[in-house]
């Protein structure tokens, strides 16, 4: 079956710190990956997308590749902020097999100032 | 334009009670879904709607769950005899529905079931 493992948190950073939150998967088929951030008091949120190996998603100063050698996705940004405590999760999607998102566990992060 | 609305956005029931939970999708998205999280975990995937029928329902648990979306817009998940169980936040996502495409899919903030 189709499965996503994400770190797990939480993550405590100060701010300006680099963040990586490692996600890996497995899939029978060719999956399209994303991040989705949930916000505190807020609904899910689409981060990055990517849909083929070795592309590249980008938003909001986060930056994920598609890596299909390892099979992995890793969220990554240099700097963070106060703003981008929440938590975040890791998905993937295969067409051929429907249109579901099969989820991580999410992985929550606290920046602190 | 207004995003994904789900009502009600708290909803508080008793073991064996029957609930309705509702969804309006963004105006136009042909694709419904329906996950449930329960606390700490991530989405799982129940149901997806293409157009009025159901594409795809193999993540409803058991027949206690079942959903509509007689008309191709709102969506009704609907649960018989509850269980504490089925206590979780049940999301409600939408996307334009376009084949061939990997669409995106937007969440609604959720509703919340508590079954004491």
């Known amino acids: 079956g189709n499965s996503v493992t994400q770190m797990e948190g939480p993550v405590t950073l100060s701010e300006e710190a680099f963040l990586t939150i490692n996600c890996t998967y497995t899939?029978?088929?060719?999956?399209?990956l994303f991040w989705y951030v949930q916000y505190p008091g807020e609904g899910l949120q689409l981060l990055l997308k990517?849909?083929?190996?070795?592309d590249k998603g980008s938003n909001k100063g986060f930056e994920a590749t598609y890596r299909k050698e390892t099979t992995s996705f890793h969220l990554e940004k240099g700097s963070v902020q106060v703003s981008d405590s929440a938590v975040y999760f890791c998905?993937?999607?295969?067409?051929?097999?429907?249109?579901?998102?099969?989820f991580g566990g999410g992985t929550r992060v606290l920046v602190k100032p | 334009g207004a995003g994904v609305s789900q009502t009600p956005s708290n909803k508080v029931t008793e073991k064996g009670k029957y609930v309705e939970l509702r969804c309006d999708p963004i105006?136009?998205?042909?694709?419904l879904y329906w996950y449930r999280q329960s606390l700490g975990q991530g989405p799982e995937f129940l149901i997806y709607?293409?157009?009025?029928?159901?594409?795809?329902d193999s993540g409803l648990p058991n027949d206690r769950f079942f959903a509509v979306r007689p008309e191709g817009s709102v969506s009704t998940l609907k649960i018989q005899r509850t269980e504490r169980g089925d206590s979780a936040v049940y999301l409600c996502?939408?996307?334009?529905?376009?084949?061939?495409?990997?669409?995106?899919?937007?969440f609604g903030p959720g509703t919340r079931l508590t079954v004491l």
């Open positions: 990517a849909t083929k190996a070795d």
């Open positions: 998905a993937l999607l295969i067409k051929a097999a429907g249109n579901k998102l099969t």
């Open positions: 709607f293409q157009g009025t029928g159901a594409a795809d």
């Open positions: 899939a029978t088929g060719y999956p399209s």
């Open positions: 996502a939408s996307s334009q529905g376009v084949a061939g495409r990997t669409d995106t899919q937007y």
């Open positions: 105006s136009g998205h042909t694709a």
